[in-house]
């Protein structure tokens, strides 16, 4: 599962990142709205953590831009904005949930859990590329008809590559994600779960490849 944090508090980015990743999901953390915008509009996430005090715009603005964009990603608010009337205008203004600042962390979990089964599976699409396909639903990596068998680690590492198809992602994001697998990583894990992985898709791929972009990281592309 695959969550965005928009939030522009370092500390609290901090502490819900570290709770996010010890549930086993990923998170991309962003502190503005036009940030979470953008990302919003190029990838897909499974839920989205919205606080409404934004240094270029008010929450809310966000949440209904999305809506009338057609985007029916779940949206949580996290706020310290704890008045009635704050929580009627965050929910009419498309947010599924609504918590208040200070909140218990097992509590926050539990509404990510509830808020992402709420959303039907028939709405995380296929990516693909070339003859190359990943399949979100049930993590399934295929050309054609022919499954990939692939580790946990190679998993995170082919939804992100697949999610952003044809252009680079970062070295760094990439380790980012290999930690939330395991959190004991050597110096040289990505390199090593990179080659694994581009072998696996070489073999079974004669049009789509994982190619190095020395200095920034990888990407996966289809063959010229």
Known sequence: MRLLLVEDNPRLVELLTERIRAACWHVDALGSAAEAAEAMRTEDHD???????????????????????????????????????????????????YLVKPFNHEEFLARCRALTRRRPSGELPDLSIGDLTYRPVDKMLQVGSEGIALSPREVGIVELLMREAGRVVAKRKLE?????????????????????????????????????????????????
């Open 47 to 97: 839920l989205v953590l919205v606080d409404l005090g934004l240094p270029d715009g008010n929450g809310l603005d966000l949440i209904r831009r999305v809506r009338k964009a057609g985007n029916s990603v779940p949206i949580l608010i996290i706020t310290a904005r704890g008045a009635i009337e704050d929580r009627i205008n965050g929910l009419d203004a498309g947010a599924d949930d």
């Open 176 to 224: 980012i994600t290999l930690s939330e697998y395991d959190h004991d990583l050597s110096t040289n894990a990505l390199e090593q779960a990179i080659s694994r992985l581009r072998k696996k898709i070489e073999t079974a791929s004669a049009r789509v490849r994982i190619e190095t972009i020395r200095g920034l990281g990888y990407m996966l592309k289809e063959r010229a």
